[in-house]
């Protein structure tokens, strides 16, 4: 173990030296960032870099390890660890530099500590340049305090948390005010009484049948199903009766347990005893968490939503939650419950939904991340197995469609070549055994692949041991990985595909939901879905869905996450695009789904999420102000009215009668991890 001291030599340009306090160094970065200069890491053995970092503002503070490569002529970083401290509280960090392998997308965090994501590929020891420790871009000059760098192979225990109090008895952020802030249960009940009693009040607009659809826009004679429609180059949605539909609403319509409060329990000024008859029950454990890597600790989540519904309604806290969050809904002009909503809500509250696969298809042996051997049997007969979860809806008209699953950890690098990862894990799978048999086949003779690839083999045999960045080798090499990942790609979207079409004939298949394309390829197999699905963080979707058409994708193309966030309401994070106000939440939610209905192949766009995350963290540690409702289950007033405000010109604005909104949010930095 060897301990460095932070010095003035280390800052990376902008930052400025304060000095020493206490054993913390003190700097002061500017609003594009800034930090130390860490790459003499690079010729670091031990495992873990541990130190405490501090931020004084008055929002959270996400900070990077940078890696930067000499192979990369664009001089961006090839990789990135980044997480996020709370304002002004004094937080460990333990960073595992196992983590440059990128075999982790979201390790487990230190207690207080928020997210950790790793993104970027894999980097090898001998090509780093550079490597820097610094902050995001932020909107204002932030000082930092830092204590000495640790280099240890010893993970170390709890880091001391500062005895002070965060959360107040309702959940809430103790240590900020907002105007719709609630002070007191006995206010907090009169507001879901008051609410409950609005429930019934349906879709605010004349022109929506039952389902949301429009009904001035008749597409077919209904099927009794949703379904899709090109007309004149516009993609639909159709409803059962045969309208037009666009679907929008919310995703994580479930009052859940999801505030992680295991180590920073001192922090709360009410967390009942686990043991408790009544809220005992509020608390889960998420044993699947995290998704690589030893757990370190038990996550345990409470559900502060679940305890204030309590208070307002007693032991008919779901009933009543359950009637009157749809209804909400419907008021303000949704008509979607979006993905991962409570499986009791769907198909009993008169409001169409989209579910998914509950699990997708996997493996013992996956081939990098979560991506399977996919030519193996195994993969085949477990996507026949999950696909038996959708029998159980396949009659159910309120189903708009199900995604076979959401996000991929393994497509968050960039331009990442699936069949590079098969010959560089040192499984002998059959994916591997697949490529080598069609390249014996191409090829015929080692001594012709050698001449192609710019290799130096002496047997096919050979292809069996770990090969890295073989797409890098010769133009010919990379062809031939390309085309093979097509290949793969074509099993890894076919096979569930098919059974899950088996299973339930009736229900469109809306795909994969990406974060994003991170590669051509990535689309491949496209054909086996009826809507195309990305999850689209931007204040303006447009060139996102421009580029699955220009991709070839010839499919509606429906968005299953966005949101906006601010700093002026609940937790210290904006989430992934941050704005202004409350005020401006609501104008970029309606520019945005405007934006949407009025691309031609843009068939919907759901918000995530209902309600905001909990100040010190969900599962995972996102703690952002995105909610349509805050922790009490009060919808925020500026931007449901922005929500009803979008919905009311929505449909013309898809058939090209109304131009969309133009008025712009004011924008703000990413507080975010």
């Known amino acids: 173990m060897e301990k460095i001291m932070v010095g003035r030599g280390m800052l990376t340009d902008g930052a400025v030296w304060l000095g020493d306090e206490g054993g913390m160094a003190r700097l002061r970065v500017p609003v594009t960032g800034g930090g130390l200069d860490v790459t003499w890491l690079k010729e670091r053995d031990e495992r873990y870099l541990v130190f405490s970092l501090e931020a004084e503002a008055e929002h959270s503070v996400p900070v990077n390890l940078l890696v930067y490569s000499s192979r990369e002529e664009s001089g961006e970083p090839v990789f990135g660890i980044r997480f996020g401290v709370l304002p002004q509280i004094l937080t460990g960090i333990c960073v595992d530099l196992t983590w440059l392998d990128a075999h982790a997308l979201f390790p487990e965090t230190c207690p207080g500590q928020l997210k950790i994501v790793c993104q970027g590929r894999r980097v090898d020891r001998e090509e780093i340049s550079r490597i820097v420790l610094a902050s995001l871009p932020m909107d204002e000059e932030t000082e930092l ?74 597409l077919a004679e209904g099927t009794g199903f949703f379904t899709r429609c090109k007309e004149d180059g516009r993609w639909w949605l159709v409803d059962p009766l045969g309208y037009a539909f666009f679907s929008v609403g919310p995703d994580c319509v479930v009052a859940r347990s999801d505030c992680r409060v295991d180590g920073v329990e001192k922090w709360m000024d009410w967390l009942p005893d686990r043991e408790d008859p009544v809220y005992g029950r509020m608390y889960e454990l998420h044993e699947k968490w995290p998704p690589v890597g030893e757990a370190r600790r038990k996550c345990t989540l409470f559900s502060f939503e679940q305890a204030n519904l309590y208070r307002a309604f007693g032991e008919e806290w779901y009933e009543e939650w359950k009637r009157m969050l749809p209804g909400q809904l419907r ?34 042996q996956n081939i990098f991340r979560d991506f399977p051997d996919v030519f193996s049997e195994e993969y085949r007969l477990d996507a026949e197995e999950c696909a038996k979860a959708m029998q159980a809806k396949s009659r159910d008209p309120w189903m708009v469609g199900y995604f076979l699953r959401n996000e991929p950890a393994w497509a968050f690098v960039d331009n990442l070549v699936i069949a590079d990862e098969v010959l560089y894990n040192p499984a002998r799978t059959v994916c591997k055994e697949r490529l080598v048999e069609s390249l014996k086949a191409e090829y015929q003779t080692i001594e012709a692949l050698n001449g192609a690839w710019n290799s130096s083999f002496e047997e096919f045999e050979d292809l069996y041991e770990s090969q890295a960045h073989v797409s890098q080798w010769s133009e010919r090499a990379g062809r031939d990985m390309h085309a093979f990942s097509r290949k793969m790609m074509e099993e890894y979207v076919g096979i569930p595909s098919r059974a899950c079409r088996k299973a339930d004939p009736d229900h ?76 401006d939440r609501g104008l970029a939610y309606k520019y945005y789904c405007q934006r949407a209905a009025a691309h031609p192949y843009g068939v919907g766009c759901h918000y995530f999420q209902c309600y905001d995350q909990f100040v010190l963290g969900r599962f995972d540690g996102e703690n952002y102000n995105i909610g349509l409702f805050d922790i009490c289950s009060q919808p925020y007033p500026e931007m449901m009215e922005a929500v009803k405000a979008c919905g009311a010109d929505l449909y013309e604005v898809a058939a090209g009668e109304k131009m969309p909104a133009e008025e712009k949010a004011e924008r703000t930095a990413m507080i975010a991890f």
Request: charged residues 25%.
């Open 508 to 583: 469109m298949n809306l795909g994969m939901r990406w974060a994003w394309v991170s590669d051509p390829d990535v689309v491949t197999g496209w054909e086996n879905f009826d809507v195309f699905s990305i999850n689209c963080y931007a204040y303006d979707p447009t060139a996102a869905i421009q580029n699955i058409v220009d991709l070839g994708v010839d499919l509606p193309v429906l968005i299953g996450e966005f949101h906006f966030g601010a700093l002026d309401a609940g937790p210290s994070s904006t989430g992934l695009k941050g704005v202004a106000s409350q005020y």
């Open 145 to 218: 305090k830092l204590s000495e760098l640790t280099l240890t192979d010893t993970r170390p225990g709890e880091f001391p948390l500062p005895d002070v109090k965060l959360v107040d008895e309702l959940g809430q952020n103790k240590r900020k005010e907002w105007g719709s802030k609630l002070h007191s249960i006995g206010e907090m009940k009169e507001m879901l009484e008051r609410q409950a009693g609005e429930a019934d009040m349906g879709y605010p607009y004349e022109d929506w049948t039952e389902y949301g659809g429009w009904k001035k826009k008749k």
């Open 331 to 364: 008021k303000y002009g949704m008509n979607t419950l979006g993905n991962w909503s409570d499986d009791r809500l769907l198909g009993t509250t008169g409001m169409p939904y989209v579910t998914s696969l509950p699990r997708f298809p996997g493996t013992e």
